[in-house]
């Protein structure tokens, strides 16, 4: 894989701190029928609260389409209220979980969407959604009159980086958080990626999005959309970025791989969540 890059000079600024707010989303999974967690899902509710600056959780419980509609509602809250009583026991403050619901049948979930014939029902929809809300640190850097002009290291690949199959990982492609936006930090590299197809004119690509803080392989939910394509909404959001800039839409498809191809399988910290969260081009044909 290659790295994109952009190193910046500046001579003098004045930094300062300003806060704004990311969520994100993990999903614990059960047993048929069963609200008790699971040792691995112990594992991912403390790996949660060593996260550091969380404001708020919310806690969403489902079942899948087996069982009455009372009997569904009942073991759904049952699911998400064992959880807000897990988090309780470590000492997470009470007034910070700010929702937990049973939410009965998850909209997805009915016998014709059934696909393996030795589940009674569907096991990714009987499960909880945490939905965690995080202080983030941004730096604002206000640039004084004596700044150097920004330059943009220029990005050198070699012959072989072009073959078919090989990727380039985009660094620093930022999202709001939940979101297909793109922060405006992130327009460095995008404009290193427009010079690097627009001097490989004979390249096609496919965008790949990717999300991090999910074990299921499913995609992660879109608070603009209101759908479950985050990282294809994402990978949308580069191709769009990129016809708009001058690339030709039929050298170019995305797809978004939801948490099915994880650097890291379960994230212990926001170093491998960052990590796990981006974008790739990979060289389709030439």
Do not use: W
């Not at 202080?135 to 220029?154: A, F, G, Y």
């Amino acid at each position: 894989m290659t790295r994109l890059f952009t190193i910046l000079g500046i001579c003098l600024f004045v930094l300062n701190i300003t806060y704004s707010q990311t969520n994100d989303t993990i999903s614990l999974f059960y047993i048929l029928n069963e609200h008790t967690l699971l040792n691995n899902n112990k594992t991912k509710l403390d790996a949660l609260l060593n996260i550091n600056k969380i404001t708020s959780v919310e806690i969403k419980g489902y079942a899948d389409f087996t069982g009455s509609k009372t009997y569904n509602d009942t073991l759904s809250f049952k699911r998400a209220n064992t959880v807000k009583n897990y988090l309780l026991t470590k000492e997470i403050a009470e007034n910070k979980i700010v929702s937990c619901k049973g939410l009965g049948v998850h909209p997805n979930s009915s016998s014709k969407n059934r696909i393996d014939l030795n589940d009674k029902g569907i096991a990714e929809h009987r499960k909880v959604e945490i939905i965690f809300l995080k202080k983030m640190e941004e730096e604002i850097v206000d640039v004084t009159e004596d700044t150097l002009e920004l330059e943009s290291e220029p990005l050198l690949l070699e012959k072989e980086d072009f073959e078919i199959g090989n990727k380039l990982v985009l660094n620093n492609i930022i999202f709001y958080g939940g979101t297909p936006l793109i922060k405006a930090e992130s327009e460095p590299v995008l404009k290193q990626l427009v010079e690097l197809l627009k001097t490989h004119m004979n390249l096609i690509i496919e965008i790949q999005g990717h999300i991090c803080c999910q074990t299921d392989g499913k995609d992660g939910y879109d608070m603009i959309n209101k759908n479950y394509n985050l990282s294809e909404n994402r990978a949308k959001a580069i191709y769009e970025y990129l016809i708009k800039n001058g690339i030709k839409k039929e050298r170019m498809t995305y797809k978004g791989y939801g948490s099915s191809q994880k650097s890291y399988p379960d994230e212990i910290n926001e170093e491998e969540e960052n990590l796990n969260r981006r974008v790739e081009i990979m060289i389709v044909g030439k």
